[in-house]
């Protein structure tokens, strides 16, 4: 888990089981899945993107569609990997 906890705005997508207008809207798996750029095939959380970054966040890491190709490709989820990648930037 993150040291912290979750960003308050993703705590609140995650967390929130009060119907509120956030966790109303519905899925949109099977156009998430066509822009899903994660080469990992057997994952059954393709296109579940809340599930994804739910996943992700728990071992301090990303989802893949952060990532650009040729890190996406190595697996490397981690926050430290996409600090360094992007590190060019800030
Ligand atoms: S980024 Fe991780 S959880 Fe998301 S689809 Fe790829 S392997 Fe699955």
Known sequence: MLKGGAPPLLATLI??????????????MDANKVK???TYE???RKGKCCE????????????????PPQVEKT????????????????
Do not use: W
């Open 15 to 28: 967390n929130d089981s009060s119907g509120g207008e956030v966790l109303s809207m519905e899925c949109q």
């Open 36 to 38: 899903c750029t994660c």
């Open 42 to 44: 057997p994952c059954s």
């Open 52 to 67: 994804c970054i739910s996943y992700h966040l728990e071992s301090d890491e990303l989802p893949a569609c952060v990532f």
């Open 75 to 90: 697996y490397d989820r981690s926050i430290a990997r996409f600090v360094k990648t992007f590190a060019h930037k800030i």
